[in-house]
């Protein structure tokens, strides 16, 4: 559905994910203007025909494929943005992105391995098809402004195992994200734009070039923290990841959480993802 499109992550945009995730130590060199501010966009799917892992497909709306050399499977609850991606051209032919506009959103999975060797983020996020997941319901945006309708909503996520439910992370507003609205906005661009190849972060520039500059991305904006369940409990074969994005002024998280138990979801205000771990 979204082969055309270039995905991209926020890392360490929802505080206390990333020291939840072991990853706080990956960022130690990575300068910040401000403590709050998110850490870098990593890529997690490349629409282009180079040879590298990153073309690969990874989203799916129903299954989570694990990777054959990785146990310690986190599911990783999100909002993603379904963005355009405007561009300008200087007089030397040099190519940057001048904009991004939000169109709609949807409950996300970044599931992500623990690999402490890994180089670049990008290494724990597509191992494959089936590593990442994105709700088919797609929710219109009619502002990513203050007032604006995912102004409502909130994430929440499960984990069923062996028939039991558990709530993976914490129940938290979309407004809870350190950088949102414009302010997110305006420093992916920056990021898109001026992101080096250092450490665990990719030259995303160069990036775009490769794919000839798609007309549109996946963004997926950062990661709520963990529940202590979700923190010390990985997916295995069987068992079923629950993210869901819901209307706040709708539902409570009881109402969701009755919803999850029964698999019986409302249509309207809500933006669910359901997967089975293969």
């Known amino acids: 559905m979204f082969k055309s499109c270039i995905g991209f992550g926020v890392a360490g945009n929802f505080a206390g994910h990333l020291e939840q995730a072991g990853e706080a130590a990956d960022f130690l060199k990575v300068e910040v203007k401000e403590a709050v501010q998110p850490k870098a966009i990593f890529p997690f799917y490349l629409p282009s025909n180079v040879d590298s892992f990153l073309t690969v497909y990874p989203l799916s709306s129903t ?3 694990p990777p054959n050399d990785a146990d310690n499977l986190q599911i990783e609850p999100e909002v993603a ?5 405007e561009y300008t051209q200087s007089i030397d032919g040099d190519i940057e992105v001048s904009a ?4 709609q959103f949807a409950a996300y999975n970044d599931c992500s391995i623990r690999k402490p060797n890994a180089n670049k983020i990008s290494e724990k996020k597509n191992w494959g098809a089936n590593s990442k997941g994105l709700s088919k319901k797609l929710i219109d945006i009619d502002t990513f402004e203050q007032g604006g309708i995912l102004d409502r909503y909130r994430i929440a996520s499960f984990h069923q195992h062996n028939g039991q439910l558990h709530t993976y992370g914490e129940d938290s507003p979309v407004i ?10 305006d420093w992916v661009v920056e990021r898109m734009n001026c992101q080096q190849d250092v450490g665990p972060t990719e030259n995303i520039k160069a990036l775009l070039n490769i794919a000839d500059h798609p007309k549109q991305a996946i963004i997926s904006i950062g990661a709520t923290r963990y529940t202590p369940y979700g923190e010390t409990h990985f997916l295995q074969s069987g068992d079923t990841s629950i993210v869901v994005v819901y209307d706040g002024t709708l539902y409570n998280h009881d109402d969701i959480v009755s919803m999850a138990e029964n698999n019986d979801w409302q249509s309207d205000g809500l933006s669910v993802l359901v997967q089975t771990v293969d």
């Open 81 to 85: 943005l379904i963005c355009d991606i």
């Open 100 to 103: 991004l506009t939000p169109r």
């Open 63 to 65: 299954n989570i494929t």
């Open 176 to 185: 809870g994200y350190s950088y949102f609205h414009q302010k997110l906005l």
